[in-house]
């Protein structure tokens, strides 16, 4: 949502990961949905006349369900949704398109991904967001202070349907993927 495909590949490749490569065997599709920050208030499409937000909305779920359908898609992933509801003024408007999102994402079969930005509230608390309540399991991903030193945590917050370990545990991003230590305490 915020930033390029060349970006995007780029910092992949720090980790160890070929995205493009794996583009080219057709395993991997980027949406570069960028460029919704830059839609005018209003669109015309044909006679008719939509608003940014509408359009913008309208226009990534297309793109995403005829990707989805093309590469038979198992896993999709939209990083960050943050762009995407800060075009919504109101509560109402902000929960009507993530329903639509959310909705649209689960009508592909494929295991959905949603990253958003934490909100802070304190030293210590976190706002709960919207997308929070409408997700099958939430995971927070987070540096804290741990002793002297900062650790990368994950914490299983929501997950419905299984039990869950709601610790924060250490993790690492490796050329293999996140590596979690689960046996390994922060707190």
Known sequence: MEEGKAHYM??????GWDFASAEKEGKFAFVD????????GEVKVGNLTIGKQDFSLISLLEVVRSTVKK???????????SLLLAQYAE???????????????????ATCVIASELRRVGIRGRTLQLEEFLAHGVIIMQTIAAGRTMERTIQVEKMR??????QPRPYRITDKGIEVYPKESVI
Request: hydrophobic share 40%; proline share 6%.
């Open 10 to 15: 780029r910092e992949m490749k720090t980790f």
């Open 91 to 109: 509560d109402s408007q902000r929960r009507k398109a993530l329903l639509d999102l959310v909705e649209a994402l689960s009508e592909t079969g």
């Open 161 to 166: 349907e299984t039990q869950i370990d709601r």
């Open 33 to 40: 949905a960028s460029p919704i920050r830059a839609i005018p």
């Open 71 to 81: 590469t038979r898609a198992t896993r999709i992933v939209v990083d960050p949704i």
